[in-house]
């Protein structure tokens, strides 16, 4: 929804027509993306999609309305590293301090929230819960605002969000961001360590979002608006709010989209069988 509206504008002004953004929200991205495969391939209704929706999904739902195949890859649009925050009035300053405390406790006191089951945040936070050698529950919400709500008001205790949602909360000083997900730390925040240099070894996780059309869809139309999202991305205005977004963004072929999203959907088919997860 971020992004949507970052690009929103301008890329309608050079495409020649109004974009209207319909959040359909929930489910882990299925009744949105379902929406847009079940669309006539005509180029006036694409996806938002992302590494939940159009990667991790494929894997982790016994069934699923729709398949890779529904959909043709655009372009991508923002990837960025996802990010390990807690409230900013928790007592964890560390990420050492937090998996210690998580350790200690027997009660089961400790939870993780996200956006929805099967998102790159829940995924991300399975997989710190596997290398960090520690269990808490999982709460999932209808979206990254609710769930930047519920930790704001302190219904859990920890958060490895896409960091565009909670980067205006950690520049507040309402969330504390213990580590990122990225191999290198982010321009915008310097001393925010990477999840490797705070002892939470392969663990490298890049959230992307990207346009996706209906099969079917004529290629001249798909080619047409990659290059508009192209030429609106490269401009200054846009990098500077992708950069404050934490992000880097996007611009590359639908082929090139095309592939990298198959590499995504087999290496987090590994993850997903890893943490054993499987879901209706």
Avoid: C
């Amino acid at each position: 929804d971020i992004v949507s509206r970052v690009l929103s504008e301008k890329l309608g002004a050079e495409l020649g027509t109004t974009i209207v953004i319909d959040n359909k929200a929930g489910a882990a991205g299925i009744i949105g993306s379902q929406a847009v495969a079940r669309a006539a391939p005509d180029g006036y209704t694409i996806v938002m999609g992302n590494i939940g929706a159009n990667a991790i999904n494929y894997s982790l739902y016994k069934k699923l309305p729709y398949k890779p195949t529904d959909f043709v890859p655009i372009t991508m649009t923002i990837a960025n590293p996802n990010i390990l925050v807690v409230n900013a009035n928790s007592p964890y300053k560390t990420v050492k301090e937090l998996v210690d405390a998580i350790k200690k406790d027997p009660n089961g006191n400790f939870a993780f929230g996200s956006s929805g089951t099967g998102q790159s945040p829940h995924l991300s936070g399975e997989m710190f819960l596997q290398r960090a050698g520690i269990k808490a529950p999982h709460i999932p919400y209808k979206g990254a605002g609710p769930a930047v709500s519920a930790l704001l008001g302190q219904q859990f205790t920890f958060m490895i969000d896409n960091l565009p949602s909670s980067m205006p909360f950690i520049k507040s000083g309402q969330l504390r961001a213990l580590a990122i997900t990225g191999s290198t730390r982010s321009p915008e925040l310097p001393d925010v360590p990477t999840m490797a240099e705070a002892g939470i070894k392969d663990m490298v996780v890049t959230a992307w979002f990207g346009f996706l059309a209906p099969a079917g869809t004529p290629p001249e139309i798909i080619n047409k608006i990659q290059l508009a999202t192209k030429k609106v991305m490269d401009t200054p205005e846009m990098q500077k709010k992708f950069k404050e977004m934490g992000g880097f963004s996007g611009g590359n072929t639908p082929a090139e989209f095309n592939a990298y999203i198959n590499s995504q959907i087999a290496d987090w088919k590994i993850t997903v069988e890893a943490a054993k997860l499987s879901l209706e």
